[in-house]
């Protein structure tokens, strides 16, 4: 017997994600798309000093999407003074299996405006913006000036984060004057192993780990998430 669980119509529009659990299929899959708002994800930032945060001009949270595009995107931006910015996105994820072990991929859908190829200060400001997937049993957030969640660094995994890919765009000028869609989804080496909590839940996050020292910013249209049990 099928067993389907959706989010009810006024959390849909509030959350707009989607639950499927069935006795066939035990994955659990979560789609936000931000068209719809920000879906209860948070921004954060972190490798800075938070004492000296107008110079790296942090900017987040639901915008309208650049000239060409429509709707709107979770957009995160900041200048890379540290040469190690971290902008990310988190979320609790809760309805999973208490105490259960868990692989997840992601697949995220997002508008860059960094060329491949190009040559930027301290790094290319594609190819060395990279992309993270991680999990946490706290709330991800800085903690004197490093992430409080072993993340890695820039092109390095850490012990609860993969990097999926890079922000580089093929057929982007490298001045950064178009936007162009990319979608990087998780490789099978680049999935998490994660065990939820004794509640059903966890936290999850989603970010750039940068090496380019000026200014990005993206617009994410879309995070998909498959947890699915080991057995």
Not at 147 to 153: D, E, F, H, P, Y
Not at 154 to 161: E, M, R, Y
Request: charged letters at 20%; proline letters at 3%.
């Amino acid at each position: 017997m099928n067993y389907k669980a959706y989010c009810c119509l006024p959390f849909l529009l509030l959350a707009g994600c989607k639950v499927q659990l069935n006795s066939d299929e035990k994955d659990a899959k979560f789609d936000y798309q931000f068209n719809l708002g920000a879906q209860g994800w948070q921004a954060g930032f972190a490798d800075y000093p938070a004492d000296n945060a107008d110079i790296y001009q942090l900017d987040a949270g639901i915008k309208t999407l650049p000239a060409g595009f429509s709707g709107t995107g979770f957009m995160l931006s900041g200048h890379n003074r540290s040469d190690d910015l971290f902008m990310y996105m988190k979320r609790r994820i809760s309805g999973l299996e208490p105490s259960t072990r868990y692989q997840a991929s992601a697949k995220v859908t997002l508008l860059s405006h960094s060329g491949a190829g190009c040559v930027g200060i301290g790094g290319a400001p594609g190819e060395s913006v990279y992309l993270h997937f991680g999990y946490a049993d706290i709330e991800p957030k800085q903690q004197g000036y490093t992430l409080n969640v072993a993340k890695g660094n820039q092109s390095q995994d850490g012990a609860q984060s993969k990097v999926q890919g890079n922000i580089a765009v093929t057929g982007v000028p490298c001045d950064g004057s178009k936007y162009q869609a990319k979608t990087i989804s998780s490789a099978a080496d680049k999935r998490l192993t994660f065990t939820s909590d004794s509640s059903g839940a966890v936290w999850i996050f989603i970010g750039t780990d940068s090496g380019y020292e000026g200014k990005t910013t993206l617009f994410y249209q879309g995070i998909e998430l498959k947890l699915t049990p080991v057995l």
